[in-house]
């Protein structure tokens, strides 16, 4: 079966620091990818999608970055991050644009 | 650009009840899913409905994709306490964005 796996959990960092978060599927080949991000108490946030390695859509500018190193990886960076960086940034994946998508557990983001 | 507009935002019911949910949008849909979502996880699949009119259920919960392909509900029959979550519609026409609703936060009183 397949699963996705996301981390860190949590994080806290200070504004101007780096960010990495990964994501890795396992259990299925070259899914589509994606990152969204949740304000508190709010709906999702399409962020970036990939349909294959080295393959990034971007949805909205913005201080983050996404690459896809591997065909089962997915990372989301920021060289410098802002306060408004923080959020709930959750992966998800799908086997083609017409399946449903599935979730990671999140990444809580705190930018202090 | 492509919108889901969910009602309603929240819903305070008694353990017990059901309850309706829905999400409508200017945009015809191929694909209608319903998710439910607990604090600090990520959200989780319910239900998947890819035929106009198509009825699916999922034990107390039923999903019906509107015959006009612009709206789509969700019931939950007999609420129990681990119902408490919010609950997101999502979309898409086949192209790679899946557009999510605003979410519904049910809570249930004892």
């Known amino acids: 079966s397949q699963t996705i796996h996301q981390w860190p959990a949590t994080l806290v960092q200070p504004v101007g620091s780096p960010l990495s978060l990964e994501c890795t599927v396992e259990?299925?080949?070259?899914?589509?990818l994606y990152w969204y991000r949740q304000a508190a108490g709010r709906g999702l946030q399409l962020l970036f999608y990939s349909v294959g390695i080295g393959q990034i859509s971007s949805e909205v500018p913005q201080n983050l970055s996404a690459s896809r190193p591997q065909d089962r990886q997915f990372i989301l960076s920021s060289k410098k991050l802002l306060l408004s960086d923080s959020g709930f940034y959750l992966c998800?994946?799908?086997?083609?644009?017409?399946?449903?998508?599935?979730f990671g557990q999140g990444t809580r983001l705190t930018v202090v | 650009g492509q919108q889901l507009n969910q009602s309603p935002q929240s819903m305070f019911i008694q353990e017990g009840e059901d309850v309706s949910m829905n999400c409508t949008s200017s945009?015809?849909?191929?694909?209608w899913l319903w998710y439910k979502q607990d604090p600090g996880e990520g959200p989780v699949l319910l239900i998947a409905l890819y035929k106009a009119g198509e009825l699916t259920s999922n034990g107390r919960l039923t999903a019906q994709f509107g015959i006009t392909r612009k709206d789509s509900f969700l019931n939950i029959s007999a609420s129990i306490p681990s119902d408490v979550g919010i609950y997101f519609c999502?979309?898409?026409?086949?192209?790679?964005?899946?557009?999510f609703g605003q979410g519904t936060r049910l809570t249930i009183n004892p």
């Open positions: 945009s015809i849909f191929n694909t």
């Open positions: 999502a979309g898409h026409r086949g192209a790679q964005k899946l557009v």
């Open positions: 259990g299925t080949s070259n899914p589509n």
């Open positions: 998800a994946w799908r086997k083609n644009p017409n399946t449903e998508a599935f």
